[in-house]
């Protein structure tokens, strides 16, 4: 159960992921995965480590200057700490159910019903009968599960870079910073969009079947800029998805990290879709008087 767990909330954190990117110039940020933070008074550097969700372990091998960064820092900074698995299960099972007043049928068209129930039953041998009882964001959520496991069959819960990276920081004796909260994840995923929405969300990844598997092409590459054109041509988040899924989490990250920074060398390892554009953490640390450059060796 709490391996299963693990793995649910490390996808709830991917569909945040998938969801969220915003727009960037030429000019801004990108090719490399790893930043080093220093100057505006920090005595020692810190680094921003953009982590894909799920994926392969032996990738962290090829990223240049990640294990000596690592080596080097005193603390570690991640979205969330994962920990209390009975507690995650329970508020995820509350937060993910579909409002007893409301039907998969009053939010998608007949046409748009049969499209999804019948793409549900090719992948998971079930249509929308059985989901009926889940909100369509958690369908969704599934769905990437699906599609990742497919994608990544070898990737176990405990070997998630997020997980990975609170499990080493554990073993050498680091602090490890959580920069948000179950509930206020769960919250942005099943709450700050209209079930309508969600349920259009899910019925574009599943017109879109390239999307994970592109996405996991520009990770590699750490295409910044190819990840936000991807993600403003298929499936575009709204405004209000936009500013609740990353301008105001990143403002709200920004504001904890400068005093958190201060204290010790920090690797900070977030989804890298939040080190994207000028809303992103790069720019805006550099806003904020930081040097930010990229480790490439």
Request: glycine share 6%.
């Amino acid at each position: 159960m709490v391996l299963i767990m693990k793995k649910l909330l490390l996808l709830v954190m991917l569909a945040l992921w998938v969801g969220s990117v915003s727009a960037q110039k030429n000019s801004e940020k990108t090719g490399a995965l790893l930043w080093k933070i220093s100057g505006n008074g920090l005595k020692k550097p810190s680094y921003v480590f953009g982590t894909h969700h799920i994926f392969p372990l032996s990738f962290l091998d090829s990223v240049p200057g990640l294990k000596k960064a690592f080596d080097l820092s005193e603390q570690v900074v991640v979205e969330l700490i994962m920990s209390d698995m009975a507690n995650i299960a329970v508020a995820m099972q509350a937060a993910s159910m579909m409002p007893q007043d409301t039907t998969w049928q009053m939010l998608l068209s007949k046409e748009d019903y049969a499209f999804v129930d019948e793409q549900l039953k090719a992948l998971f041998g079930a249509g929308l009968e059985t989901f009926a009882a889940l909100k369509p964001a958690m369908v969704n959520t599934l769905y990437s599960a699906n599609i990742h496991q497919k994608m990544f069959p070898n990737v176990k819960p405990d070997e998630a870079f997020d997980v990975w990276f609170q499990q080493q920081a554990i073993k050498k004796g680091l602090p490890v910073i959580g920069l948000e909260q179950v509930q206020d994840q769960l919250a942005l995923l099943f709450e700050s969009s209209s079930l309508s929405r969600q349920a259009n969300d899910l019925l574009c990844m599943l017109r879109n079947k390239d999307y994970a598997e592109n996405m996991a092409k520009n990770y590699r590459k750490a295409d910044f800029k190819g990840l936000s054109t991807q993600l403003h041509n298929i499936c575009p988040m709204s405004a209000d998805q936009q500013m609740a899924l990353i301008d105001n989490r990143n403002k709200n990250w920004l504001e904890q990290l400068p005093a958190i920074m201060s204290k010790k060398s920090t690797f900070v390892a977030v989804g890298c879709l939040h080190l994207v554009g000028e809303v992103g953490l790069l720019s805006g640390l550099q806003r904020l008087g930081y040097k930010v450059e990229p480790v490439r060796k």
